[in-house]
């Protein structure tokens, strides 16, 4: 079947024509290692795998890039503040050294990791670090500066944004917004969009950077991006993700430089959309430095299932923005455990399947693939596998094993064997019932099995005795 996918750069929707037949090329911006990721950064790795989960599920081959900013990256995308990673020294009581820099790094990105392993997310080919390349950022600085796209402040080297006739395609940004002023922050900038290819050293500690022909310093967070795509990706590669706060500034950066560097490259463009916390003006986007920060570890010390997190996220398509809540991730983790449950019934069936059973299981791959294949829509594929759960003319078996064949793309890994919490309630009226089944008293058993079951809970009786499990 055919991928549609929708492309931030088009607008539209389109069917996916790989470069390649049979491969994807993929590029997927990673993160800022200062400190943990919070669960609205997740989104974004959760919406990727996905992406990548339905390419293998379509039987492509694909080559994976998740980058790891450990310098460049300040605290305003627009170039501005302090370098994030500098900030976590002095948080952390580190010397300003690039050394110490580099295990701060280590240290958050061996989290980042197990986050991503507790999301059950694929590990990409390659993880390169901004670090590592600071060869490639210079030599595309130089090929930018030949090419007449660059000029020199006293900070730094940046791009000219007017040299390049399609800056602010990607997302249709509206370049009138900025004209009104150039006195900013920076008042060397020639334009406010202006961005730095290069930023001298002198303008953060002397003692941090790397030698470059045009000045010691450190590259640009956007220039990095680019430099490390093409070295594992080539010129041209079929898609780029991030969050659609990369849109406006980093994303549209990143095509204006390699655009003018002479490389194709990205052909489609896909962004998720936030993991929003109420406040009381509203809502806002979760984020690092604010109030509202969540780290994956939160949810294990509540007892959470982190993959309750991932059963949010597919539960809205990628685009979609969500809002948090604890009943929410509460509710999910409850319904995972529910569908996890389920599947353990279905382990009893033998019987073979009659045409008509076939039929019907060719019909759930058929949807299965058709919507997955629809720009991952994710939440109407959960919904399709709890009707599957519930349709009596395919046997368990079968059913348990084209769960577990989409479960390839959701990566819920729906055949774990979970303890399921019984509520001391529930508990306590189960050995009400079997006190009453001993003594015969079938009538008083059946009223305690209903109110069980108003508590979400049903009681299967089996040889070894009673046993509840949630409806």
């Not at 992406?51 to 890039?65: A, C, D, G, H, I």
């Not at 730094?156 to 006195?183: C, M, P, T, V, W």
């Not at 002198?202 to 640009?220: I, Q, S, V």
């Not at 079968?398 to 979970?418: A, C, P, S, W, Y």
Request: with cysteine; hydrophobic share 35%; net charge neutral.
């Amino acid at each position: 079947m055919n991928i549609y996918l929708h492309n931030t750069l088009s607008g539209k929707k389109e069917e996916f024509k790989p470069l390649k037949e049979g491969h994807v090329s993929m590029y997927n911006c990673g993160p800022t290692v200062y400190n943990y990721a919070h669960i609205g950064n997740l989104r974004s790795y959760v919406f990727a795998d996905t992406l990548r989960r339905t390419f293998e599920y379509n039987k492509y081959k694909v080559n994976q890039v998740v980058n790891i900013t450990d310098i460049g990256h300040l605290s305003s995308d627009a170039d501005d503040g302090e370098d994030k990673m500098t900030k976590a020294l002095k948080r952390e009581k580190k010397p300003l050294t690039l050394v110490a820099m580099r295990e701060v790094a280590d240290k958050y990105f061996g989290k980042f990791k197990k986050d991503l392993k507790e999301l059950r997310i694929e590990t990409p080919e390659h993880f390169p670090f901004a670090s590592e390349h600071i060869k490639e950022d210079i030599d595309l600085v130089e090929k930018l500066d030949q090419g007449g796209f660059t000029y020199k402040t006293s900070d730094g080297i940046y791009f000219d944004i007017k040299k390049f006739a399609d800056y602010g395609k990607l997302g249709n940004i509206n370049l009138s917004e900025d004209e009104q002023s150039r006195i900013g922050l920076n008042p060397e900038k020639r334009n406010s969009r202006d961005f730095a290819l290069w930023k001298f050293s002198w303008k953060f500690n002397n003692e941090l950077g790397y030698d470059a022909p045009f000045g010691k310093g450190f590259p640009g967070w956007h220039i990095e991006c680019s430099a490390m795509s093409v070295k594992y990706l080539g010129p041209e590669f079929d898609i780029h993700t991030g969050g659609i706060d990369h849109i406006p500034v980093h994303h549209n950066n990143e095509i204006a430089q390699a655009v003018s560097a002479g490389y194709p490259y990205a052909h489609y463009w896909m962004h998720n959309a936030h993991l929003n916390m109420a406040t009381e003006n509203g809502s806002e986007k979760m984020a690092k430095s604010g109030d509202n920060f969540i780290a994956l570890k939160v949810l294990k010390k509540k007892k959470i299932d982190p993959l309750a997190l991932r059963y949010v996220f597919l539960g809205a398509r990628y685009s979609t923005p969500l809002q948090f809540s604890w009943e929410a991730l509460e509710s999910a983790h409850t319904s995972l455990s529910k569908l996890r449950a389920k599947l353990r019934e279905f382990d009893t069936n033998t019987e073979s399947l009659s045409t008509n059973q076939k039929a019907k299981i060719k019909e759930y791959k058929d949807e299965f693939n058709r919507l997955i294949n629809d720009d991952l829509d994710t939440a109407s594929a959960l919904a399709l596998i709890w009707e599957l759960t519930k349709n009596d003319e395919i046997e368990n078996k079968e059913k348990k094993k084209l769960i577990l064949k989409f479960d390839k793309v959701l990566g819920l890994n729906l055949n774990k064997k979970t303890t399921i919490k019984i509520p001391e309630k529930v508990e306590n009226l189960l050995k009400e019932r079997n006190l009453a089944r001993e003594n015969k008293d079938f009538v008083k058993s059946d009223e305690l099995r209903l109110e069980i079951e108003k508590l979400g809970f049903k009681v299967k009786d089996t040889e070894e005795g009673s046993v509840v499990t949630p409806l």
